[in-house]
T-cell receptor
Framework: DTGVSQNPRHKITKRGQNVTFRCDPI?????LYWYRQTLGQGPEFLTY????????KSRLLSDRFSAERPKGSFSTLEIQRTEQGDSAMYLC???????????FGPGTRLTVL | AQTVTQSQPEMSVQEAETVTLSCTYD???????LFWYKQPPSRQMILVIR??????QNATENRFSVNFQKAAKSFSLKISDSQLGDAAMYFC???????????????FGKGTHLIIQP
């Protein structure tokens, strides 16, 4: 069990560019979550998958954001036309169906210049 | 919507002493889960302890214990025999006991920065 992994760990991009992050959950975890954390704040829920189905999206997830989990394993989060306000740590977490505990990855820090 | 409040932005404690971090929450639900997560400077969020609302007994994990007061909607974390490795941001989090409708995501407080004085 290698835990939740996220790539890349750091991403610097220019405003207006598209970026994509990847999350690999703990194997056999059916549920996968994305959160955003800005400096000095707690994480904020963005979206949630159960297997390949995206079951919930927060109002924080604007039209520029899209997430997929095509085979019910890894997930990607894409941000189109990045803005400086998108600069944050993007956290992924996973859990099994039988547990209410979410296990977090190390996060991807995005800096938009 | 549920809210989680951590009123202590920063706490400091001497090594080997005991410290209590506060957390209050607001909900109209009767079935839910509460968590304390630790986020060291490396930024990986680590689960410290969890509490099911239907359980009256306070959860304990080694040096970490909670004081869960359901009527007061309070969920404090006590760290006994503080160690240098306990230094981190501590987040209190709430999860609904109902599935769907956004209930599966965690609602976090703003965190408490814990400093351990050697």
């Amino acid at each position: 069990d290698t835990g939740v992994s996220q790539n890349p760990r750091h991403k610097i991009t220019k405003r207006g560019q598209n970026v994509t992050f990847r999350c690999d959950p703990i194997s056999e975890h059916n549920r996968l979550y994305w959160y955003r954390q800005t400096l000095g704040q707690g994480p904020e829920f963005l979206t949630y998958f159960q297997n390949e189905a995206q079951l919930e999206k927060s109002r924080l997830l604007s039209d520029r954001f899209s997430a997929e989990r095509p085979k019910g394993s890894f997930s990607t989060l894409e941000i189109q036309r990045t803005e400086q306000g998108d600069s944050a740590m993007y956290l992924c977490a996973s859990s099994s169906l039988s547990s209410n505990t979410q296990y977090f990855g190390p996060g991807t820090r995005l800096t938009v210049l | 919507a549920q809210t989680v409040t951590q009123s202590q932005p920063e706490m400091s404690v001497q090594e080997a002493e005991t410290v209590t971090l506060s957390c209050t929450y607001d909900t109209s639900e009767s079935d839910y889960y509460l968590f304390w997560y630790k986020q060291p400077p490396s930024r990986q969020m680590i689960l410290v302890i969890r509490q099911e609302a239907y359980k009256q007994q306070n959860a304990t994990e080694n040096r970490f214990s909670v004081n869960f007061q359901k009527a007061a909607k309070s969920f404090s974390l006590k760290i006994s025999d503080s160690q240098l490795g306990d230094a981190a941001m501590y987040f209190c989090a709430y999860r609904s006991g109902n599935s769907g409708g956004g209930a599966d995501g965690l609602t976090f407080g703003k965190g408490t920065h814990l400093i351990i004085q050697p």
